[in-house]
Every structure is written in C-alpha cells, then in structure tokens.
C-alpha cells in the first residue's frame, strides 16, 4: 500500500477535479504492476495496473491476483468505464483499500460491487495516509469548495519583509524553486492587489528562476512567454491504446481588487492572453471604471463582481471562493499574500493547511510586515492552535507544514 501511495503521487497537479489514486497487484505476495491515474479523462489507477500486468503477464491474466488500491475503485461511469467492472472480469481474488471515497455516488457502492462479485474486499489500511493524499479531493466533497493552503515565507521573527518593504529574498533559491512546484501541484495562485501593486508579480510556476522575464518578453507583448512554463510530461493511453506523452499546464492566477485598481500594464494583465487570469472586484467599481474594465477583458482577463460585506469594504471571501470552485472548476488554492489578505481567510475559518517557510534571519520589530495583521487575541489561550505535521529542511530554510486544529 505504501507503493500505490507513492505512485498515487505522481499525478499531482495534473488529476484535478479528479483524487489521487495509485494501486498495485501482487502475485503470491510478488509485485506484478503498479499504476496511478495521470490526468482527467484518462484511465483510472486500477485499469493502468492491469494494462501493466497485460503487459508483463499476458492478455489472460491469471486467477488469485490481488490489488492494493488507495481510493476505492469507482462502480459508475464517468469519463471512463467503473474500475470495478474490469476487477471483475479479470477475476481478482481480493481489493485492499486505503479510503472510501467520500462521494455519495461511489461511497460503498464500489466494495458492494465486487463483494457481490465474490471478491474479497479489506478497507482501511494505511487510511490515515490515504487520507492525507486526498486532502484535496476530500475538502472538495464534504464543504463544497476548494481546498485552501496558505503558504508564507518569512524571517525567523516573523518577518515578510524589512521595515522598508523589501523581500529580495526572504528565503533561499531551493526554497523558491520548491514553491514553483506547488504553485503547479495547487493549480492556482490566489492574491491581493496590493501584493500586485508592490511587487508587480507573474505568479505562475515557473521552471527556472531567471529575473530578466519581463526583459526578455517585453519586446514582444511577452509571446514565447509559454517556453517558462514548468509543466508536466506524463504518459497517457488513448482510447485506440496507444500511449502518447502530453505536457500539461492548467494554472490559473486570481487576484482580489476590490476596487479595480491594476495597473493595464503590470505584467499580470500583460500575460493574461498566455495564463488565465481572473480579478475579483466590486461591482461598484466595475461600473464607475467601465473604460479600465474593458480594457482590461480585452487583455484576456476575466473580471468577477462580488458583494462587499457590510459596514466593511472588503470583498466576500466565501463568495469569491464559491465562484472559483463552480464556475471555475478550481478544487485547490495556494494563497500567496499579504498580511491583511492571509489574516482575513485566518479569521474567515478558510485555511485548511499551512506551508511556512522560515529563513534563518532576523529583521528586528516594529515591522509593518509581520505575517499576520491583528487577531483580537489578548490571552494565550485564545490563540490560533495549529498541528504541525512535517518539518524539512530545504537548503538554510525551515519549511513546517501545518493545519489548524479544530476549535472545541
């Protein structure tokens, strides 16, 4: 089980809205295949197990196989053919599976499938890890919504930037270079226009961290911008199967403006033709603004209106979050902001998970840049109480994944 969870794995950042699932079969206790679903709309993790073991064994595959599968397999046709119906017609003598899948339509109809089959069906091996992979997949079913992660990068005191607003470079290059990566595996970078407006940010993953981009691309309204990509290669079998590779990239930026203030020229709005770009703004602004704002869809972008709350000029987090998952079809959101913005969501309950970066410097207080604005907690134990799950260290940075402990 532990090797279909790592094979599960491998299809981050290319399975969305799909979960991540691995599986393996075994002979005698013998490993035969492993296979892990890639991509949405291609075969599921069971089915590329068994081409696998066709492969190896034969297009007969022999009777007393056994499957270990980290999500149970599905019994209705989707995009594909049930995994169970091909479990049962090649005769597996047992399934073991890590998790039930949380959808209602699937939730046990699988197992009871192949129990009727007379397969002999385990459940609940390694279900901790199980779930964990499917952090994603999970959050999406049970609460409607994308599943939230929060990243920040900071200085040991707790520091986004010096006291001046510089942040070149809080963390070091590895660091950096390990956010690209989630950047893709996340599938979306959410911000606030102020981060836009200091920085003037791409915010895509990119595959080298080269800072002469804007240099090289300016000249030519930034087409070829795609060659900086960081995509995935990945294998997959077409319906006449033959295995083709396809490169993937399906990232998407958004940014919270509650007033339309981006500038038409910042390079967000200029490479909006090349990476799907959505602004979130008040529908006040959106009418006293009208020329900006069609100047700006007409640079690609897609321009959301969302209510204010009241007494308040912020914007309606639950139902920019809504319009992401809905409309957009975005099941996960790496927040990389701002204090006001990253405290808002924190107040909000809409973090679901943490990736704290801490560099070993120290900038000194009365910083305007700490990671979190004011909370309102006066005494300890009204603190924000999170559950650290990992700690690694990437070149001289710390990197702690965290998520918030449930408030009793």
Not at 4 to 14: E, F, M, N, V
Not at 48 to 62: C, F, H, Q, T, Y
Not at 71 to 86: I, K, N, Q, V
Not at 325 to 344: A, D, H, Q, W
Request: charged share 25%; proline share 4%; glycine share 8%.
């Amino acid at each position: 089980m532990r090797l279909a969870l790592g094979l599960a794995g491998k299809g981050r950042g290319t399975v969305s809205p799909n979960p991540l699932v691995g599986a393996v079969i075994v002979k005698d206790n013998v490993f035969v295949s492993g296979g892990f679903h890639a991509a949405a709309g291609y075969n599921h993790a069971e089915i590329n197990a068994i081409e696998n073991a066709e492969d190896k064994l034969g297009s007969r595959l022999p009777k007393g196989l056994k499957l270990y599968v980290t999500l149970e397999p599905c019994s209705m046709h989707g995009r594909t053919p049930p995994c169970t119906d091909a479990l049962i017609r090649n005769k597996f003598s047992e399934i073991i599976i890590s998790v039930l899948d949380p959808n209602p339509k699937i939730n046990g109809q699988g197992i009871l499938k192949l129990r009727q089959a007379g397969i002999k069906v385990r459940t609940g091996l390694l279900q901790k890890q199980g779930e964990k992979l499917n952090e994603i997949f999970f959050t999406n079913i049970q609460k409607g919504r994308p599943f939230i992660c929060a990243k920040t990068a900071a200085t040991l005191d707790g520091n986004l930037a010096a006291k001046t607003g510089d942040s070149k470079w809080v963390t070091d290059r590895k660091s950096r270079m390990f956010v690209q990566k989630l950047r893709f595996d996340y599938g979306c970078v959410l911000t606030g226009i102020n981060t836009v407006i200091k920085d003037d940010p791409f915010l895509f993953p990119r595959k080298s961290l080269k800072n002469n981009m804007a240099e090289v691309f300016n000249k030519n309204d930034f087409n070829g911008i795609e060659k900086t990509f960081l995509k995935k290669e990945i294998l997959v079998n077409e319906e006449d199967g033959k295995k083709v590779k396809i490169h993937c990239f399906n990232f998407k930026r958004a940014i919270i403006d509650t007033e339309l203030d981006i500038n038409a020229d910042s390079n967000i709005a200029r490479t909006a033709k090349h990476i799907k770009t959505i602004i979130f703004s008040s529908e006040e602004s959106i009418k006293s603004k009208a020329e900006k704002y069609n100047l700006l869809l007409d640079k690609g972008i897609n321009i959301e209106a969302v209510n204010t709350l009241k007494n308040e000029k912020m914007l309606d987090l639950n139902e920019i979050i809504g319009i992401l998952f809905n409309k957009y079809e975005i099941t996960s959101v790496m927040l990389e902001c701002g204090p006001g913005l990253l405290t808002s969501f924190l107040k909000s309950g809409l973090i679901d998970k943490f990736m704290f970066f801490i560099a070993p410097k120290i900038t000194g207080g009365n910083n305007p840049y700490s990671v979190f604005n004011e909370l309102g907690i006066n005494k300890m134990y009204e603190s924000i109480n999170l559950k650290f799950d990992n700690i690694k260290k990437i070149q001289n940075d710390l990197l702690i994944e965290a998520y918030p402990c449930l408030q009793e």
